[in-house]
């Protein structure tokens, strides 16, 4: 029994379900009862009023009048259901909304908080100090810009743009790719071009000298 009672019972998870949550569930559960009980009651007055229609065929009046104040006085706790009816369904519709703007505020606080906590790690006097050393470094680097502009006369400005230029083409000529010096293979189409062009200024020599030998044998002649 020592042994049993002895052990340390395992702790139950917290239940997700809050009180809120409860409540709304509740509201539900009796908007639900309240219109299984409108439906009995529309039943109950159709009955009545078809048991009240049997009376009066058989006469019995006294009957069917006592049934239609009844059904009279079960008509007017159906409008009072509805009543009830809208009043539970607009509460539980306000719950449910109140439960939606919680979680809103809920996000809004933990938002908050973590934007406080990055505030804290921020000092407005670093912050500062930062935007002053900023600050005052672009204006000594305006300064010294100022000073080497001023230093600098204009044969020294055109032959700095005559460096940057020649810079410029010589990384130009880096990139592009060489040109082969040795030349390329005839190939034998162009060969045979050749061959017929040398054969024909050959012809061409030949005939230019035999033309000489016959005007040289023609001026003999004629000095004959």
Do not use: W
């Not at 539900?28 to 009023?49: P, V």
């Amino acid at each position: 029994m020592g042994a049993l009672f002895g052990k340390s019972s395992k702790k139950t998870a917290p239940s997700r379900i809050t009180d809120h949550d409860k409540a709304v569930l509740q509201l539900k559960q009796q908007r639900d009862r309240l219109k299984q009980y409108q439906k009995r009651i529309e039943l109950q007055l159709e009955n009545d009023r078809l048991l009240a229609k049997k009376c009066l065929q058989q006469g019995r009046k006294d009957r069917a009048k006592l049934l239609l104040r009844k059904k009279k006085y079960q008509e007017s706790l159906l409008s009072n259901a509805d009543k009830q009816l809208d009043n539970l369904e607009k509460l539980a519709a306000d719950l449910e909304f109140a439960q939606v703007e919680m979680k809103v505020l809920d996000g809004l606080k933990q938002g908050n908080a973590a934007l406080k906590k990055v505030h804290d790690m921020l000092d407005i006097n670093e912050v500062e100090k930062i935007m002053d050393e900023t600050r005052e470094g672009i204006e000594k680097q305006q300064e010294i810009d100022a000073i080497l502009t001023d230093v600098l006369t204009q044969e020294d400005e055109d032959d700095v743009l005559a460096e940057l230029d020649a810079l410029e083409a010589e990384e130009q000529r880096v990139q592009l790719p060489d040109v082969p010096s040795e030349e390329l293979p005839a190939t034998p189409a162009a060969t045979a071009a050749d061959d017929l062009e040398d054969e024909e200024d050959e012809q061409e020599t030949a005939a230019t000298k035999a033309t000489k030998v016959k005007d040289s044998a023609k001026k003999v002649l004629l000095e004959a």
